[in-house]
Structure formats: C-alpha cells, structure tokens
C-alpha cells in the first residue's frame, strides 16, 4: 500500500518562495505519475502540476513559470518549488499519486489519482 504525506507549508509574504515536499512509501515515485493540487475554501481542488513516470512536467497555466515540480529518486520524494507567491496562491496542497505510469501532456484531473496525502496549508500575505 502506497502512503503519502505532504511537508513544507507555511506562511510567507507575497513575492517570497516555498518548497513542498512529498514523500512516498510503499511504492517507488520513478515509476507512477504524482501531481500536486491546491484547493482554497468555496473553490474545487484544481491541479496544479504533474510529473510523469519518465521525468516530464506539465503545469497549469496559473503556476507555469513559478512553479518547478521535480523528484528525488533515491529519496523517493517529489518537490513544489513556489516562487513569487501570491495571495491567489493561498490554498491547501495535496499531493497525489498515481498507481501506474503514465506520460500527461496536460495536468490531468484528480482522478487519475489513487492516494492522496492529507494536505499541507500555505498562506501568502500581501
């Protein structure tokens, strides 16, 4: 059984940065696709990056240029690098697995995942 668990949030002010970890169990994260989503109170979770079984991201378009998804093979652990923050990017962040490989071209939607983390808050102030 794959377990994740989400590191790394915080506070910050607007235009500073944050690192999210996600360290996996269970299951090796070069062979499955993981994703990471955010979801502020009244709004639907929305993904907000993907990187694929064989190392390629995508992003959505509200976080391209900001956001580097990336992974650490031997520490079995995907990162969200989060630069120039803004309070729009204030939400809570899950990220997710997949039980299988596969190559995206696009975020795929939140089912296309199998395990979820519980969540890491991040608040940005202006």
């Known amino acids: 059984e794959m377990h994740v668990a989400e590191s790394g949030g915080g506070s910050v002010q607007a235009g500073g940065s944050l690192r999210l970890s996600c360290t996996v169990s269970?299951?090796?994260?070069?062979?499955?696709?993981m994703g990471w989503f955010r979801q502020a109170p009244g709004t639907e979770r929305e993904g907000v990056a993907v990187i694929n079984s064989d190392g390629s991201t995508m992003y959505a378009g509200s976080v391209r240029g900001r956001f580097i998804i990336s992974r650490d093979n031997d520490r079995n652990t995907v990162y969200l690098q989060m630069n120039e923050l803004s309070p729009e990017d204030t939400a809570m962040y899950y990220c997710?697995?997949?039980?299988?490989?596969?190559?995206?071209?696009?975020?795929?939607?939140?089912?296309?995942?199998?395990?979820w983390g519980q969540g890491t808050q991040v608040t940005v102030s202006s």
């Open positions: 997710a697995a997949a039980a299988f490989g596969g190559r995206w071209s696009i975020v795929p939607h939140s089912g296309a995942y199998k395990y």
């Open positions: 269970g299951h090796d994260v070069s062979t499955c696709f």
